[in-house]
């Protein structure tokens, strides 16, 4: 147990500095646009904004604009928040007691006096900012860098693989899965290895001929550059690009506005199929990463280059917006359901409701923060 400790605490500190930058970063980014979706939504609908912080605690620096909203860096750096006219506190929640002082004027500008819809697209800005930035990230990369333009082409099947059994073959060409146009070896081995267990329908061209096959990919752990270890689904086939292969081609302005959004479709199924796969019991609540896990993966990406970190950026983009968008009260899922709940009754929940709500989605989401903690130690000790 000591030498478990001494490990963990030796794998902290190596190297933290390159972790703490790369990951402020991308954090900082992420939270930001996040954020500002919630504050243009409430300046458009005529909401007040008071404050506009990324990180919580002490403020650290600040100015306030034009409209006298507070804009500041604060201390703890994990987060931030949009502080609306009528809030309480940072998580939007009502005081009753001021929101009955207020004069007609203030009312105006104050966010719980605002229809549900209004409120509702406010809430819902900051979850889909962060789509549209992934979108934007990705759609860049695909302008930039272009597309992936690898042949599926099957060069070797390994034998007693789950290819070899399917019946794939020396010079198959992937051209679809499950219904999936397949344009480039990556796209399959993107669709494979999140599917493991999962029966796959594949389109093939084999000599001429359209050949379907079924297979299931089995689920295999492999260790990346860093050593980090990964469950993922594999087939068992390779590919050899040949020298004359490109490995991109230029794409154009719709086409990668169209790449982009395809990325952040995938991984808002990649994330459905693995939490349902969790309560179905075939997969493994231990690759549930925290804080912890993201800064090590911040600081991985950025010593590969920092078309990584940006990639990473838009990745953690897609995934803080649609947890965000989980019915979980504290969270904007929360806040979302409370309006339809609201819709539905032509008037809203009692403010001890609402109170306890916010008290139970605080303490999921702590637990969920201490799990995924707990998970981050279990994986750098492993390291």
Same mark, same amino acid.
């Given at each position: 147990?000591?030498?478990? #400790?001494?490990?963990?605490?030796?794998?902290?500190?190596?190297?933290?500095?390159?972790?703490?930058?790369?990951?402020?970063?991308?954090?900082?980014?992420?939270?930001? #646009?996040?954020?500002?979706?919630?504050?243009?939504?409430?300046?458009?609908?005529?909401?007040? @904004?008071?404050?506009?912080?990324?990180?919580?605690?002490?403020?650290?620096?600040?100015?306030?604009?034009?409209?006298?909203?507070?804009?500041?860096?604060?201390?703890?750096?994990?987060?931030?928040?949009?502080?609306?006219?009528?809030?309480?506190?940072?998580?939007?929640?009502?005081?009753?007691?001021?929101?009955?002082? *207020? %004069?007609?004027?203030?009312?105006?500008?104050?966010?719980?006096? $605002?229809? @549900?819809?209004?409120?509702?697209?406010?809430?819902?800005?900051?979850?889909?900012?962060?789509?549209?930035?992934?979108?934007?990230?990705? !759609?860049? *990369?695909?302008?930039?860098?272009?597309? =992936?333009?690898?042949?599926?082409?099957?060069?070797?099947?390994?034998?007693?693989?789950?290819?070899?059994?399917?019946?794939? $073959?020396?010079?198959?060409?992937?051209? !679809?899965?499950?219904?999936?146009?397949?344009?480039?070896?990556?796209?399959?081995?993107?669709?494979?290895? @999140? +599917?493991?267990?999962?029966?796959?329908?594949?389109?093939? $061209?084999?000599?001429?001929?359209?050949? %379907?096959?079924?297979?299931?990919?089995?689920?295999?752990?492999?260790?990346?550059?860093?050593? +980090?270890?990964?469950?993922?689904?594999?087939?068992?086939?390779?590919?050899?690009?040949? =020298?004359?292969?490109?490995?991109?081609?230029?794409?154009? #302005?719709?086409?990668?506005?169209?790449?982009?959004?395809?990325?952040?479709?995938?991984?808002?199924?990649?994330? #459905?199929?693995?939490? !349902?796969?969790?309560?179905?019991?075939?997969?493994?609540?231990?690759?549930?990463?925290?804080?912890?896990?993201?800064?090590?993966?911040?600081?991985?990406?950025?010593?590969?280059?920092?078309?990584?970190?940006?990639?990473?950026?838009?990745?953690?983009?897609?995934?803080?917006?649609?947890?965000?968008?989980?019915?979980?009260?504290?969270?904007?899922?929360?806040?979302?359901?409370?309006?339809?709940?609201?819709?539905?009754?032509?008037?809203?929940?009692?403010?001890? !409701?609402?109170?306890?709500?916010?008290?139970?989605?605080?303490?999921?989401?702590?637990?969920? *923060?201490?799990?995924?903690?707990? +998970?981050?130690?279990?994986?750098?000790?492993?390291?």
């Amino acid at each position: 147990m000591t030498e478990f #400790f001494h490990h963990t605490f030796n794998t902290l500190s190596h190297g933290v500095l390159g972790y703490i930058v790369p990951f402020l970063f991308v954090l900082t980014i992420v939270v930001f #646009f996040h954020e500002l979706g919630h504050f243009l939504v409430a300046r458009w609908a005529g909401v007040k @904004v008071l404050t506009f912080s990324l990180g919580f605690g002490p403020e650290l620096i600040g100015f306030n604009d034009r409209h006298n909203t507070r804009w500041k860096i604060s201390a703890i750096p994990l987060g931030g928040y949009v502080k609306f006219f009528g809030d309480d506190s940072e998580a939007s929640t009502p005081s009753s007691e001021a929101l009955a002082r *207020m %004069t007609a004027e203030e009312r105006e500008g104050s966010f719980h006096h $605002k229809k @549900v819809g209004p409120r509702a697209a406010i809430v819902a800005a900051g979850p889909v900012a962060n789509f549209i930035l992934a979108v934007i990230i990705f !759609a860049g *990369m695909a302008l930039y860098f272009g597309k =992936p333009n690898t042949t599926p082409r099957v060069d070797a099947v390994q034998e007693d693989s789950v290819a070899a059994a399917a019946g794939f $073959k020396v010079g198959d060409i992937v051209t !679809a899965i499950d219904g999936h146009e397949i344009a480039s070896f990556a796209d399959m081995q993107r669709i494979v290895s @999140v +599917n493991a267990g999962s029966e796959l329908t594949f389109q093939l $061209k084999r000599g001429g001929q359209d050949i %379907t096959l079924k297979a299931a990919p089995a689920l295999k752990e492999v260790k990346d550059l860093f050593g +980090n270890s990964h469950r993922i689904g594999v087939l068992g086939i390779q590919y050899n690009a040949k =020298p004359d292969e490109s490995r991109s081609v230029p794409v154009g #302005f719709f086409e990668a506005v169209k790449i982009g959004f395809e990325q952040v479709w995938f991984i808002i199924a990649t994330t #459905f199929k693995f939490v !349902a796969s969790i309560f179905v019991g075939s997969g493994s609540a231990g690759d549930v990463r925290g804080v912890i896990g993201i800064a090590q993966l911040s600081g991985q990406a950025a010593s590969l280059g920092f078309q990584f970190i940006v990639q990473l950026c838009a990745t953690l983009s897609v995934s803080i917006g649609l947890l965000n968008l989980f019915p979980v009260p504290l969270l904007d899922g929360g806040h979302l359901l409370f309006y339809a709940v609201e819709a539905v009754r032509g008037r809203p929940l009692s403010e001890r !409701a609402q109170e306890m709500g916010f008290r139970i989605g605080l303490s999921l989401v702590l637990m969920l *923060m201490v799990f995924a903690t707990y +998970n981050d130690i279990l994986h750098l000790a492993r390291s």
